[in-house]
């Protein structure tokens, strides 16, 4: 497995994309597509913002600077590749953190609906995450239009920062399955197996 930031980002973003669509198809019972949309979209803007602040400076994307430094200084005394192979237990920043860090500290606006869009997917995220989450019909429809626009505000917005973003997107989670069985052959095989039964 190789995932780069940004395509760990994209991944979870097709995975989103994937989820919705999936759900537009299902007539009873598309409550686990949004739930799904919901956990990817937000990790895959988190991973997306992190990703933005990396391009800035790698040690804005960890939660305590100085343990960053000591991990990275063991990292190249010990030829490793990354400093979580130092050490594992390295903390990085949440969502807000990484919009705050990347306005105040970068000067890289984040428009305001959009951090709106995303509070509010965040909200959602941790009550599905760590507890239990109710709405009305009602709210319900509200949820999943706010789902739709941040998926689309999120587009619009990485498209501007990463060039062949949404190429990325189309090329996420491509999977090939190899030679597709000759479905043919198989039944003349069965078939002339079952002809050689029946002359025993």
Known sequence: ???????????????????????????????????????????????????????????????????????????????????FEVKPNLKTINLKEAIMRLSLLCDIEVPKHFIDALEDLTKKRNQIMHYAIKMSQEEYEQFIQKLKDCYELTIHYFSQHFKGLVLMLENARFEFYGDEPDVEAMADEAYLDWLADQDN
């Open 1 to 83: 497995m190789n995932f780069s930031l940004i395509e760990n980002g994209v991944d979870s973003l097709k995975a989103a994309y994937n989820s919705l669509t999936e759900a537009k198809y299902v007539y009873e019972g598309s409550e686990h597509h949004f739930k799904d949309a919901t956990l990817s979209l937000n990790h895959a803007n988190e991973i997306l913002f992190k990703t933005l602040l990396k391009e800035q400076h790698e040690f804005l994307i960890f939660s305590d600077i100085s343990a960053y430094m000591n991990a990275k200084a063991n990292m190249l005394i010990g030829a490793k590749s990354n400093v």
